[in-house]
Structures are given as structure tokens and as C-alpha cells.
């Protein structure tokens, strides 16, 4: 389930955030090929075991003599490498002329071992992961892969937000520069119910059968897409989009886009429980503070104050605490106000000169 990409490809303008990049080259697939990281058997924080597991990922740019201008950069919730290419090239958000990118696709996105690909743990056979453990497997393609010992950015967006911070907590002096981009450090009740009520739909499907059904679940992931679309943005949003006389075919768009069958099913579920288990500082039996005192590396925070799909306030929190700066997001867009409003030029500023970049607030002019 791509959630996050079916919203973008279903904005009447190009994402927002990349306005920044739109004139500028953006890099084709085939010029940043799929790679795979083999690793064999693959042991999790629970002591579970992924056997046969590899990681997807690409790369783009070059790395300089110092290996100093490597940036990783880790998309969505279901999101894939492939899905970051626009916004790397020449001059571009991530500026493939000065940064090396290696643009990875995390556990269970069907490109990396995945629930629906293995064919050792089919389905839910497929042990359960955590953030750390996709965190684990990005730091093993880096230091191991590609003899990587420090990193300049972690990027990542919403699900990739989380695991940006969670590279903060395990290994702290990895990198220079962290931008978690509508993520969190811990996922609320609010969360936590939105994400089970998803998954809860899914399995409530005729063809789920546990996850050995094999005929397309149009009802749990037409419900499951209902939800998320009510999450992804705000209620002034939908109601600026959508009449009530175009409800009906608003509706029925929105549970086409949810297609899928169990196996699909099985990977959306494991990386929605993935995202549940998220408590960046219980991991470690520590507070809120002193996660934020390990922080080593310039954190750029991204939040949204309309954010109902990863409620803010953790990592409003957080950044209090570490004494990052925040840029607010005030945009009915809610979860995807990075879609809507023009951010890449802050993020290329931050990449190159983290000093000159403070607390500010980016406005919709359409709000």
C-alpha cells in the first residue's frame, strides 16, 4: 500500500515541496537502477530471524575522495526508492552534483524482503519488524555495503521521518545533519487507533484468510483507503476539495485506488505494526530529555500543526528538547503539507549550511 504516493500522483499540481526542482533535472530510474544488498539470514531486535534477506536500494551521484557527501534517503509508508528520483539530480532538492544519495526501500515495501516476496516466510509467516530493525538493516547496507563510516544526512519522510529519528538514537554520531519530515518519535493512541483500524479492515476482507487468500480484497482495502484519505489531510481540506454533490465519485475514487490482494496485505499490515511499536525513547528505558541529549548530529524538524495521520506533538517535543529548529507547516494539507507548500528550498539550505537555518513557519497562500 502506497498511501502517501497515491496522494501526491492524485495532486492537480506537481508536489509543492519540489517547486524548488521542477526546472531543474530530475534523475530517470533507469539512470539509478534497482541494486540488492544480500545479507542472508537477517536477526531482528525480537530474536526472530528474516532468513534470506536482502535490501533494496539506489544510488545516485558521486562519492567524493572523503567520503563526506553521502545523504540517505528513506521515503514513506510503502513508498519505494524509485518514488524519490524526482527529487535528486543536478541543482535539485538533493543535489546529485555536490551529495552522493543512496535512496533506500525499507523492509516490507515489496522491493526489499517483504511479506509478499519471500519466498522462505510467505505472508504472515513473515516475522514482525520494528523501526529499529529497518534502521538496523539501512546501517548494515552503509557501514558493511558500501564501507560508509559516517553519513553527511538522513532524510525521511513520514515512516522515513521516524526511522531518521530513531538513526539519532542508535547511532548518534553516524551523520552530521538529520530531517525528519512529518515523522515522530514515539506514535500516540490517536495513531496507534487509526493504524489498527486500517489493519482491522484489511483482515475484516472476505479474501483476507488470514493472508492465504488469493483473489483481490476490494473491500478491506477500499475501507482501509477511506481512512486513509480521511487522515492524510485535514477536514478544511476535504471540504475545500470535495462538494457534497461530488462526494459520491470522490468516494468511489478513493476506494479504487485501494488495490490489492493478501499478499499486498500482509506487507501493509507488518509495516503498520511497525509503525504501532514506535517509542523511540522506551526502546532504551530512557525520557523524552534524554533521548534528546544523545542527539549529536543538526536535526531540522518538519511538523505540521494539521497533521492527523502522525499526530506532532512528540516530535514538537522532541525538538524542544534538543533544541531544534522546527519548521511549521500551516496548511490544511495536513500530513502531506510538505506536498503543498514549497520546502525544498529549505532542505537544500540545510544540507549545505545547517547554521542558517531557524524556527519558521511556511504558510498556504491558499489557506
Known amino acids: 500500500m502506497r498511501s502517501l504516493a497515491r496522494f501526491l500522483a492524485g495532486l492537480l499540481i506537481f508536489p509543492a515541496w519540489a517547486t524548488y526542482a521542477i526546472a531543474q533535472t530530475r534523475t530517470k530510474a533507469s539512470d539509478a537502477p534497482e541494486q540488492f544488498a544480500e ?6 531486535q525480537s530474536g526472530k530471524v528474516i532468513r534470506g534477506f536482502r535490501l533494496g536500494y539506489r544510488t545516485v551521484g558521486t562519492l567524493n575522495a572523503e567520503k563526506s557527501n553521502a545523504v540517505l534517503w528513506i521515503p514513506w509508508l510503502g513508498g519505494r526508492s524509485e518514488d524519490l528520483l524526482q527529487y535528486v539530480g543536478p541543482a535539485n532538492v538533493v543535489d546529485s552534483g555536490k551529495y552522493f544519495a543512496i535512496l533506500v526501500d525499507p523492509i516490507g515495501n515489496a522491493i526489499s524482503s517483504s511479506p509478499s516476496n519471500s519466498k522462505l516466510q510467505p505472508r504472515m509467516q513473515f516475522p514482525e519488524f520494528t523501526i529499529r530493525d529497518i534502521v538496523e538493516a539501512e546501517h548494515r547496507l552503509v557501514a558493511d555495503v558500501m564501507h560508509l563510516a559516517h553519513l553527511h544526512a538522513v532524510i525521511g519522510v513520514s515512516m522515513g521521518g521516524m526511522q531518521a529519528l530513531e538513526w539519532l538514537a542508535a547511532y548518534p554520531d553516524f551523520m552530521d545533519l538529520t530531517i525528519p519530515l512529518s515523522g515522530s518519535p514515539q506514535s500516540t493512541s490517536y495513531d496507534k487507533l487509526q493504524w489498527k483500524a486500517q489493519i482491522d479492515a484489511l483482515e475484516l476482507d472476505p479474501n483476507w484468510k488470514n493472508g492465504n487468500g488469493k483473489g483481490p480484497m476490494t473491500r478491506g482495502f477500499g475501507v482501509e483507503s477511506e481512512i486513509d484519505s480521511m487522515n492524510m489531510t485535514s477536514p478544511e481540506y476535504r471540504v475545500e476539495k470535495t462538494s457534497p454533490k461530488d462526494f459520491d465519485a470522490f468516494l468511489a475514487e478513493t476506494r479504487k485506488a485501494g488495490l490489492g490482494d493478501a499478499a499486498a496485505a500482509c506487507d501493509a ?14 526502546e532504551y528505558g530512557i525520557t523524552m530529555e534524554e533521548f534528546a541529549k544523545r542527539v549529536k548530529a543538526k536535526t531540522l524538524i518538519f ?12 516530535a514538537l517535543y522532541f525538538a524542544t528538547a534538543a533544541g531544534a529548529p522546527v519548521v511549521t507547516l500551516d496548511s490544511a ?5 510538505f506536498a503543498c507548500l514549497s520546502i525544498g528550498p529549505i532542505v537544500a539550505q540545510f544540507l549545505a549550511d545547517p547554521a542558517s537555518v531557524h524556527s519558521t513557519t511556511l504558510r498556504d497562500p491558499s489557506k
Open 333 to 337: 494539507c495536513g500530513h502531506t503539507s
Open 269 to 282: 499490515i507488518r509495516q503498520r505494526q511497525a509503525i504501532m511499536s514506535l517509542d523511540i525513547p522506551g
Open 303 to 314: 511538523v505540521s500543526p494539521e497533521d492527523h495521520m502522525v499526530n506532532p506533538a512528540p
Open 39 to 44: 545479507f542472508g539470514d537477517f536477526k531482528l
